[in-house]
């Protein structure tokens, strides 16, 4: 087995259709994983599965709402009816621009059903599995706005926040029945997700520079970079590893 390897785990990767979770799918392709791939975005969610198994990969895409309990509970029995999942990989995510001011109860209650209720219910549907087999792998993706707040993203934070301790939670409460459970806290990464965000700001060229400034290394991070991160959380090779939130934010939050 290669150094980082991946053969023969299976993991499913939430919001793989583009950005963060597309990287990690193609990287841990190229590790030797076979891939459950979900999104809410089937024809993009085709599209990356369709060009990981052109490149030899073993791959399939559901399509999936992850806010919705029942169909996460039916998915994971339909995964697990194939075999037992490895690893699960909750990197999907939506964010929102606002002071509390400026957001409304609405917008909290849509961020929190992805990313919090969203990685609660794979979680939820998948770790008896884990357990029965006394082994499994969660990396969740948090994001620096949930370890220090950012300005202007009061129900992102809110969610993120959450993420980082449903993350130590769970490898707290399942660490001596086999489960290793981290989140991954990357600073801007250079996605769709962002570009978007950006749209909504009323100059995005000056709001770009000043994303990209937050970094003390004054650029936004390539998905490929944060990929690399999960993967070694995928890995055997991070077997003592549990219960982190991993920072990688280009220097965000190493001071001002």
């Known amino acids: 087995m290669s150094r980082f390897g991946l053969e ?40 990356v599965a369709g060009a990981i198994e052109r490149d030899g990969g073993l791959v399939q ?23 037992p999942l490895d690893v699960l990989v909750n990197n999907a995510g939506i964010g929102c621009v606002g002071t509390l001011l400026e957001t409304e109860g609405d917008d ?42 950012v300005r202007d993203r009061l129900a992102y934070c809110v969610s993120k926040f959450a993420v980082v301790g449903l993350t130590k939670s769970i490898a707290l409460d399942h660490a001596r029945q086999g489960i290793r459970c981290n989140c991954i ?14 749209k909504e700001y009323a100059d995005p060229v000056t709001a770009r520079r000043e994303m990209e400034a937050t970094q003390a290394l004054g650029r936004m991070a390539r998905p490929e970079e944060i990929a690399c991160a999960a993967r070694y959380l995928a890995s055997d090779e991070s077997a ?6 991993f920072v990688i934010d280009g220097g965000w939050s190493a001071g001002k």
Do not use: H, W
């Open 8 to 47: 023969g785990k299976r993991i499913l990767i939430t919001g793989a259709a583009a950005g963060i979770g597309e990287a990690i799918a193609r990287n841990f392709s190229e590790a030797g994983a076979r891939l459950i791939l979900v999104d809410i975005d089937e024809e993009n969610g085709n599209r």
């Open 61 to 83: 895409f559901r399509r999936l709402d992850i806010g919705d309990e029942p169909k996460c509970r039916r998915v994971a029995a339909a995964v697990q009816d194939q075999g």
């Open 108 to 149: 909290l209650d849509r961020l929190y059903r992805v990313n919090v209720r969203g990685a609660f219910n794979l979680c939820k549907a998948f770790l008896p599995g884990m357990i029965e087999r006394g082994r499994g792998n969660i990396i969740n993706l948090a994001s620096i706005g949930g370890v220090v707040a």
């Open 185 to 198: 806290c990357p600073g801007r990464v250079e996605t769709p997700f962002v570009a978007a965000r950006l």
């Open 240 to 245: 003592f590893v549990t219960g982190t939130d």
